[in-house]
């Protein structure tokens, strides 16, 4: 019943920045934990960042100091700002919601993300 929508993909430069966005609907955004997963080439998808409701964050090693998870309650949305982007950073992101009282997952379509060296 948790609807996602990504937005913000592209193609961008190395050194770059790229902003996405994901508008969940369909439930209290208050209770859900926030994430951004990311899937390469031939590579399994991962977790990038989360930031629960609470507004505690997460950061995979590989963009810590690069990318920041934020939530605004009043939009329902989150955003994942990535700055000194890297060809490695190149994956199809997806946007996730977590709830946390009755455990499930949903899943946003993906947006894809280019960065060339």
């Known amino acids: 019943q948790v609807q996602l929508v990504e937005s913000g993909g592209g193609l961008v430069q190395a050194g770059g920045s790229l902003r996405l966005s994901c508008a969940a609907s369909?439930?209290?955004?208050?209770?859900?934990?926030m994430g951004w997963y990311r899937q390469g080439p031939g590579k399994q998808r991962e977790l990038v960042a989360y930031?629960?409701?609470?507004?505690?964050?997460y950061y995979a090693d590989s963009v810590k100091g690069r990318f920041t998870i934020s939530r605004d309650n009043a939009r329902n949305t989150v955003s994942l700002q990535m700055n000194s982007l890297k060809a490695e950073d190149t994956a199809v992101y997806y946007c996730?919601?977590?709830?946390?009282?009755?455990?499930?997952?949903?899943w946003g379509q993906g947006t894809q993300v280019t960065v060339s060296s």
């Open positions: 930031i629960s409701k609470g507004g505690n964050t």
């Open positions: 996730n919601a977590r709830q946390i009282a009755v455990p499930r997952d949903y």
């Open positions: 369909g439930s209290s955004f208050r209770i859900l934990d």
